[in-house]
């Protein structure tokens, strides 16, 4: 059997006979080898690791993408490190330092709030990266994102479109001025339609905080017909205090979220929404992650992708 055969089982690259794939993993057993990925990346200088680095793992959105973009990182024989950061500058750098160390291949990075100059860093001492929801000019870095500031538009078009004018936002504390890109979008549409915007409030972009964002929000605006939440937990947690408040949902307060998580379609009642398509994502991140890997002198252009409105029973 060829050095190239035992190879490609231990790189688990396809073209193997499984017959013959079984021979060598139960001589790899036998002999108790266990393949250093460390000297290989030293090497090849590829380690077939990326890194997924999320800033909040209790979002339902991030699991869901991170199921996602392992499906199609494995596609490629690449193994996913996961981590967390809690939306934390120093504990990313925590991460993206270990990941460095580790001759991972590139990452992709939801970045927490002002960690630019951190991550135009690691680009520099060449760590490939994607960025997610954010436009960072540098070499090294790829950027993809949603079109927020539409998907704003949308969400308030739709409450205008149905009657509503005392709309709010419920905007996330968590997001720099730079990166507020639903806040302008909110903003836009009202200007669109010659009218002036609703009261934003800025919480935690939890269910808590939707929950306590209600609270200011109706303090600032005590006749509000309608809501445009940051994402659909907070919208689930706006739906609880609107009807906590002995108000309803839809009929004296109407909410649309934003990604269109699972759980927005089975709560009562359903969360119409701006769907941010997470396979749509983890395609293009995974594609520009592996251009970068195979031309990591090259520059690519910000991709932004498109968004959409569904329509369920809260709005």
């Known amino acids: 059997m060829s050095a190239r055969t035992v190879s490609r089982v231990v790189n688990n690259e396809y073209g193997v006979a499984e017959a013959t794939r079984k021979q060598v993993l139960e001589a790899i057993e036998e002999l108790g080898y266990r393949p250093n990925l460390l000297a290989r990346a030293l090497i090849t200088k590829r380690s077939g690791t990326v890194g997924l680095v999320g800033g909040d793992m209790t979002d339902p959105y991030f699991p869901a993408l991170a199921e996602a973009v392992h499906h199609r990182v494995s596609e490629s024989g690449r ?5 967390c950061t809690g939306n934390d500058p120093h504990r990313q750098d925590m991460v993206l ?10 990452v992709i990075v939801f970045p927490a709030p ?3 100059d951190q991550l135009r860093g690691y680009a520099r001492l060449g760590l490939r990266i994607v ?9 090294g ?4 994102r949603f079109d927020l500031v539409t998907g704003a538009r949308l969400g308030v078009r739709h409450l205008l479109d149905s009657g509503r004018r005392r709309v709010g936002m419920l905007a996330s504390e968590l997001s720099p001025p730079r990166r507020r890109r639903r806040e302008s979008g909110f903003r836009a ?11 934003i409030v800025r919480a935690p972009p939890t269910v808590q905080g939707g929950e306590a964002g209600i609270d200011r929000l109706l303090d600032l605006q005590p006749d509000l017909d309608a809501i445009l939440a940051y994402n659909d937990v907070m919208a689930i947690g706006a739906v609880r205090a609107v009807e906590a408040r002995g108000r309803r949902v839809p009929d004296d307060i109407a909410v649309v979220g934003f990604d269109d998580v699972e759980l927005s379609a089975y709560v009562r009642p359903a969360l119409t929404t701006i769907r941010l398509d997470r396979s749509l994502l983890s395609i293009e991140v995974t594609r520009a992650l592996h251009s970068f890997i195979d031309a990591p002198g090259d520059r690519f252009d910000p991709v932004v992708l498109p968004v959409e409105l569904v329509v369920r029973q809260s709005a």
């Open 141 to 144: 870095i790829a950027c993809v």
């Open 189 to 199: 549409a009202f200007d669109d339609a010659g009218l002036d915007h609703g009261a």
């Open 131 to 139: 960025v997610v929801d954010d436009v960072v000019d540098a070499p």
């Open 97 to 106: 330092r270990s990941l460095w160390s580790y001759a991972v291949d590139g």
């Open 114 to 116: 002002d960690s630019i």
């Open 79 to 83: 193994t996913t490190f996961f981590a």
